[in-house]
């Protein structure tokens, strides 16, 4: 298919162009759109970690036992109210009524544009969880901590 103007190109060269431009603007605004929701779908598992502290503590309190004697009594508390997977502690401090917990919280979240890696990532938080007070009365301080801040830098 010779153009009949030297120097000029072929009409179907530039359909040709124009099409692949097109295709090219379309994965361009697919791969952002991607990439934002994929951010949104992070940040919600980020904050999902916040209610899962939330009913560690609930289940902790609403134990009426007080606070957790010792690491077996956290675990089981922690298993019951996340599951299993989802919790682990990472310490467990007591001093003069109070009781001071490590915990870090997984939560998945789906990927967006997985040509390469796995369809799913995971999201970890570290919460400090301190119970004050009596068996009857125990109440509980959740501290969240940033995505940048280890539960060992935590527990030390």
Not at 26 to 34: D, K, P, T
Not at 97 to 122: D, I, K, M, N, W
């Amino acid at each position: 298919m010779a153009s009949r103007q030297a120097g000029r190109s072929a009409p179907w060269a530039k359909a040709l162009g124009a099409v692949l431009l097109v295709f090219l603007a379309v994965v361009i605004v697919a791969y952002a759109v991607g990439e934002s929701r994929e951010a949104d779908r992070e940040r919600s598992a980020f904050e999902a970690t916040r209610a899962d502290a939330q009913r560690f503590a609930d289940a902790v309190v609403d134990g009426n036992e007080g606070p957790p004697h010792d690491r077996r009594d956290a675990e089981r508390a922690l298993d019951s109210a996340v599951g299993k997977g989802q919790g682990l502690l990472y310490a467990m401090r007591s001093t003069e009524g109070r009781t001071r917990t490590v915990l870090q919280f997984s939560r998945t979240f789906e990927r967006s544009l997985t040509l390469f890696g796995p369809a799913q990532a995971t999201v970890d938080r570290c919460f400090t969880v301190v119970f004050h007070g009596p068996a009857a009365r125990t109440e509980a301080e959740i501290i969240a901590h940033d995505a940048d801040e280890t539960c060992s830098e935590v527990a030390r």
